[in-house]
């Protein structure tokens, strides 16, 4: 197979470490990904999520991401009635390049929300997760150019970038955190800002052998709903993260209409747009019930991608379960 030109770009950036976090358009439905302190932060005993992502599928298959977490919170009986101790599990699978390049992780994390008054409603918390990486190359499958012969590429001849490559496979422990406050004036909305830190300690990958480390990644994320009628809620959410040289700004909402009024689990439709500033825009589409909420977006690009990309850049699905006893607390969380 003849990898073309930015293929070959991209791993060549890949190899000296300053490549961009895999991350999602719905970050608000991977809270693990976003930020350590949403660990156990939501309103049940148990929440599932699930995110597939394909970037740029008209390149076939130059990314896709895909995760799954579960979190919950811990010892209730041990701790303030109003306080929220969280305990999450991450694994996260990217692969780049048709496979060529895989990334894969695995974590746990946890966090602690103080309550900051008497019925819970303002919370401010604290959250640390330590992750396992793996970063695999396939060099098998790259064709180099100075294995091209008068009669076509032969791969048995060897090329000298692939001699470059003395460490296929590296792994590493990584470290992140982050802070939360959110904020309700009563049951029916809830506001929040957190500030998360990736990669703390740099961990090193080369496949070369050089002194190459992971860019640590700062995001600032912000939300909230409120109701706008009686069966009308606008969710409104952003994040600001900045990689490295990279950085990335979105904002969006999106409407929730109401399909029965239920207060514990409730059934809504929901219809918005993300906005990534000078990338793309992003239609969303969702649908909850019976405590299971499922999204959908798609990036159409709007940057100078847009020709090579066919303003195709990418579809993503969500899938966030939570399960609430019918004696919950009621406390309004972060939803968006």
């Not at 918390?125 to 970063?135: D, L, S, T, W």
């Not at 850049?313 to 009621?330: F, T, V, W």
Request: aromatic residues 12%; glycine residues 8%; contains cysteine.
């Amino acid at each position: 197979m003849k990898i073309p030109a930015w293929l070959l770009i991209f791993i060549f950036i890949s190899f000296i470490g300053k490549s961009q976090d895999p991350h999602f358009s719905q970050f608000f439905s991977s809270p693990l990904t976003l930020n350590p302190a949403f660990t156990g932060k939501f309103d049940g005993n148990l929440r599932l999520a699930g995110n597939f992502r394909n970037q740029w599928p008209a390149f076939n298959n130059v990314y896709t991401t895909s995760t799954l977490s579960v979190d919950f919170p811990i010892m209730q009986k041990h701790i303030p009635e109003n306080d929220t101790w969280g305990l999450g599990i991450l694994a996260l699978t990217d692969k780049a390049a048709a496979g060529i390049l895989t990334n894969n992780y695995l974590g746990i994390s946890t966090s602690y929300h103080k309550a900051l008054d008497e019925n819970g409603y303002k919370q401010i918390g604290a959250g640390f997760q330590v992750m396992y990486g793996e970063k695999r190359l396939d060099y098998s499958k790259l064709i180099f150019e100075d294995q091209l012969t008068p009669f076509g590429f032969n791969l048995n001849v060897p090329s000298a970038d692939i001699a470059t490559i003395t460490k296929p496979d590296i792994k590493y422990l990584d470290i992140n955190t982050g802070i939360l406050f959110s904020a309700s004036t009563n049951n029916n909305n809830n506001f929040y800002v957190g500030v998360s830190l990736y990669h703390i300690n740099r961990p090193k990958e080369s496949f070369t052998g050089g002194d190459w480390y992971i860019g640590s990644r700062a995001t600032l994320s912000a939300g909230g709903y409120f109701p706008v009628s009686d069966n009308l809620t606008l969710h409104s959410s952003g994040i600001y993260q900045q990689q490295s040289k990279s950085s990335e700004l979105t904002l969006g909402a999106a409407l929730a209409a109401s399909l029965d009024n239920e207060a514990n689990n409730p059934a809504n439709i929901y219809f918005g747009s993300w906005i990534r500033i000078k990338d793309a825009v992003i239609p969303y589409a969702g649908i909850e019930f019976a405590g299971l909420r499922i999204g959908a977006s798609y990036d159409i690009n709007t940057s100078s991608l847009k020709s090579g990309s066919q303003s195709r850049g990418g579809m993503e699905i969500s899938l966030i379960y939570i399960k609430r006893p019918a004696d919950g607390r009621n406390i309004p969380c972060p939803k968006f």
